[in-house]
């Protein structure tokens, strides 16, 4: 097995940053800004899968003791704990660490050397924290301190790729994190309260992100902001991953993810949280602010009703069958959060028709179905049918577009609100 190969090296140069800023001491980093002028999936076939392919399949050196202690230091409270928890204690991580020092290895051989080096920890939970120890994969800055960390993809030819990777969040605020759908949620709609000043900066700088490859208006946000949206990258980047492991561009995790984002701005103009949901008891739906506390559906016990918050769009599988009742996301809720899309479109193209035709001056509108102008914006950004490169002009135009639309979705969403709960839509 080789190291990175200097034909990947040589295919990202000038792309490639030493000594940055990330607290975990990367120099294999991918700077977003240089592949300004190009859709982020392009960026994603271009740069990052390859780079994740490539320490999939050729590994890299363990470093040691030394450097997962200070790693340690550096990342955030859950990720030491996990860390510490799957080997058993700090001390026995480190003298693993100790034990592999030098050894060359990937994302697929690595649980077993843990092993055979300590067999009674947790390999796999262990083996991620050592991936991410030794930025075993695409390291992405988005901006000055904002960094993505994207760990252990599989290529999509091995059974269950789909199912690997972990992407961890860095920010001004905080420390590397685990960057999961339900704490993005909950940070989503601390924002939507707490930040709204920099709200349209903040989906003009997603919008632009997506568009060109271009994350400059992440000066315009706001400290917490920045870190959401490094977050929104970071998991739009695992699943934009796991949708082109099988050569197959489609609507996936990743269009979910975008969608619920969007619809932030909707849920910050309510009074109240209100959303569709489907009670797993019943199996009905309806619009409503209270829900029931999640829980898998392998699980018997009662489940206690409280309001509804963001995060409520991440949810467990409803299924009884084992090998299913534990699976959660955010796409499993996807019929929910469409159908809310459908209605907020309905209600814009009958007062904001210019606000709308704006949009769908740059993104199309589909011939099928009901205007979903949220999903309308997933087709066209994982679609290997949209140009590769928009051009910054473009870019711009439905960032400033797409912003105003949603600026009018939040100040109308009492109305709206309203107006589904009286079945006026």
């Not at 929104?232 to 796991?242: D, K, N, S, W």
Request: aromatic fraction near 10%; proline fraction near 1%; glycine fraction near 8%.
């Amino acid at each position: 097995m080789k190291l990175l190969s200097l034909a990947l090296l040589t295919l990202l140069n000038g792309s490639l940053a030493f000594a940055q800023d990330n607290k975990l001491g990367c120099d294999n980093v991918i700077n977003f800004s240089d592949f300004k002028g190009m859709t982020y999936l392009s960026f994603m076939e271009e740069a990052v899968k390859p780079t994740m392919d490539e320490y999939a399949m050729e590994g890299y050196v363990l470093k040691g003791r030394a450097e997962a202690e200070e790693a340690l230091k550096n990342v955030s409270g859950k990720v030491r704990w996990a860390a510490t928890k799957a080997a058993g204690s700090k001390e026995t991580l480190l003298d693993i660490a100790d034990e592999l020092e030098g050894q060359v290895t990937n994302m697929y051989e690595l649980p077993g050397l843990i092993a055979s080096v300590y067999n009674n920890v947790n390999r796999y939970k262990l083996a991620t924290f050592f991936g991410l120890v030794n930025c075993a994969g695409a390291i992405v800055q988005y901006a000055p301190g904002h960094y993505a960390y994207n760990i252990h993809y599989g290529t999509g030819d091995v059974d269950k790729d789909e199912r690997t990777g972990r992407s961890f969040g860095e920010g001004h605020e905080r420390d590397a994190d685990d960057a999961s759908d339900k704490n993005y949620l909950r940070d989503l709609e601390e924002f939507g309260l707490e930040h709204e000043s920099s709200m349209n900066n903040f989906y003009s700088a997603l919008v632009k992100s997506l568009s060109n490859s271009d994350s400059s208006d992440m000066k315009e946000v706001s400290d917490f902001g920045k870190t959401l949206l490094t977050d929104f990258l970071a998991v739009y980047t695992a699943e934009q991953a796991r949708n082109l492991m099988d050569g197959r561009i489609s609507l996936h995790w990743d269009a979910a993810l975008l969608e619920v984002t969007l619809l932030g701005a909707f849920h910050a103009g309510q009074d109240q949280v209100k959303l569709f949901y489907k009670n797993p008891n019943t199996g009905e739906s309806s619009f409503t602010s209270t829900v029931l506390n999640q829980d898998t559906g392998c699980s018997v016990k009662e489940r206690k009703e409280r309001s509804a918050r963001v995060y409520d769009y991440w949810q467990f599988s409803s299924s009884v069958d084992p090998s299913h009742c534990r699976r959660s996301g955010i796409n499993i809720t996807k019929k929910s959060f469409r159908k809310l899309g459908e209605l907020i479109s309905k209600y814009q193209e009958q007062n904001s028709p210019e606000l709308v035709n704006n949009v769908l001056g740059h993104i199309g509108r589909s011939s099928r179905g009901k205007l979903n102008i949220f999903k309308q914006l997933s087709k066209f950004y994982i679609s290997s049918k949209t140009a590769k490169a928009l051009g910054e002009e473009e870019s711009n135009e439905l960032a400033k577009d797409f912003s105003a639309f949603l600026a009018q979705v939040k100040k109308d969403a009492k109305k709206i609100t309203v107006m589904i709960e009286n079945g006026e839509l």
